[in-house]
């Protein structure tokens, strides 16, 4: 299992936002993604969940295009960003179960139930999830790590709005998912200990296009 | 494949189920603008008989337009279409499925209340089931149609606006047809023939086209 990115290029707007990127990521790796605020680390996230299309460059899944063999990339591919894709109007199981059953996973409800339990929201399951707090909302999203069975997971800002006590179950639940032999690719400034398994880090302030610095500095 | 198909729909129904104004909002309006005509023009009976086909229509047309800007909306503010695009399924499956949604939620009742235009314009009970059968056809055809609009116009500021220009001209061949079948109804030598093959073949290309049309506007828009 590999991701291979090459000489990548994006542009949003008439704003180039880094350049001739190359990663690679294989199984048991965890790449951090860092760089300033506008670097364009969205960017490159929602570029390779094939949201966004490059200029110029490749992204390859286990050595063929994502392009090409979007089905395959996506059924093992999960993605959260910064939107938390649940309904105020249902409750956290019904939430979950609609979000798990739309990746294409097959899951029972006592599993759905086990998830939301680990997650911090026993006694909630049944909710509403607007009554619920930015936290736990965040909480039955970050649920589906937990029941969810692809390779690759691409986080943006994953521990946004969690308390330390979550932070540290998700710290959990990605060591545990590299460990087991995924992969992940996390945008944040918080350190996930990893028993075992490589880190990696990608500063995109290193791509940057050169033109578009200058009325930075 | 067809196991998110139900999902999508039977969430969607769900949703709808639990913010039930949404639903009555677009069939009180459909009645109280066929309810306004005749307080307009007069009860003048054989007036009203004539001017009932292009009535009822014209009334479902801007109904079935109402619910539109959210068809969806919701879901790209809340970042759940993001997520359908990441679905290993086709994404035109999955906008079927919220097209179907939406006909059951805003074409079917029109459909059903249809009667009523009937009694309040002196229609005869063959005319009656006429104007059904025509709205049951043509309705999924507004739903279908109007989802290009929906999802081309998604996150613009004025987007409601914009749906009614781009989409109102494409729903003509569908009044046309469908009041058409009703008119000729009411004649003595009229034949309704015609205008249900139209509309049918009309029905089977916007089934064919438009799940995949939106498919493509959403993944533009999202972008």
Redesign the interface.
């Known amino acids: 299992m590999s991701l291979t990115v090459s000489n990548l290029q994006c542009t949003r707007g008439d704003r180039q936002l880094f350049s001739g990127l190359n990663l690679q990521l294989s199984a048991k790796q965890l790449l951090f993604l860092e760089g300033r605020n506008g670097s364009g680390k969205t960017t490159l996230i929602r570029t390779l969940c094939a949201l966004f299309v490059a200029d110029k460059g490749d992204i390859l899944w286990q050595g063929q295009s994502i392009e090409e063999h979007l089905e395959t990339y996506h059924n093992s591919l999960f993605y959260l960003g910064h939107l938390n894709a649940i309904k105020g109007d249902l409750t956290a199981l019904e939430n979950l179960r609609f979000n798990h059953t739309m990746s294409g996973q097959d899951c029972s409800d006592d599993e759905l139930l086990d998830a939301l339990e680990r997650i911090g929201l026993f006694g909630y399951e049944d909710y509403p999830t607007r009554q619920l707090s930015q936290g736990q909302k965040r909480r039955v999203a970050l649920a589906r790590l937990i029941v969810n069975k692809s390779p690759l997971w691409i986080l943006d800002e994953p521990f946004v709005a969690l308390d330390i006590a979550a932070v540290e179950l998700l710290q959990q639940i990605i060591s545990q998912h590299i460990e087991t032999g995924g992969m992940a690719i996390i945008t944040t400034h918080q350190a996930v200990p990893l028993t075992e398994g490589k880190v990696q880090h990608l500063n995109l302030d290193d791509y940057a296009a050169t033109s578009g610095m200058e009325s930075y500095v | 494949m067809f196991?998110?198909f139900w999902?999508?729909l039977k969430?969607d129904l769900?949703?709808a189920l639990?913010?039930r104004s949404e639903i009555f909002t677009v069939l009180f309006f459909f009645i109280i603008v066929v309810s306004l005509f005749p307080l307009g023009v007069g009860f003048n009976e054989a007036m009203l008989q004539q001017i009932a086909p292009g009535v009822a229509w014209i009334a479902a047309l801007l109904a079935s337009m109402l619910a539109l800007e959210r068809l969806f909306a919701?879901d790209y503010?809340?970042?759940?279409l993001?997520?359908?695009?990441?679905?290993?399924?086709p994404l035109s499956m999955l906008v079927l499925a919220k097209m179907t949604a939406h006909w059951l939620l805003t074409g079917l009742p029109l459909v059903l209340v249809a009667p009523v235009v009937g009694i309040l314009y002196h229609l005869e009970a063959e005319t009656i089931v006429t104007m059904m059968f025509m709205l049951l056809l043509g309705t999924p055809i507004l739903s279908m149609i109007g989802a290009i609009g929906a999802a081309l116009t998604l996150g613009l500021r004025g987007g409601g606006v914009l749906i009614s220009l781009l989409i109102l001209p494409l729903y003509i061949p569908v009044l046309v047809y469908g009041s058409g079948a009703i008119t000729e109804s009411t004649l003595q030598s009229g034949n309704i023939e015609p205008h249900i093959l139209l509309l049918s073949a009309f029905l089977l290309l916007s089934l064919i086209f438009s799940p995949w049309a939106t498919a493509s506007a959403l993944k533009i828009s999202?972008?």
């Open positions: 196991n998110t999902m999508i969430r769900k949703l639990r913010r919701n503010v809340d970042g759940t993001e997520q359908m695009l990441l679905t290993p399924q999202l972008e």
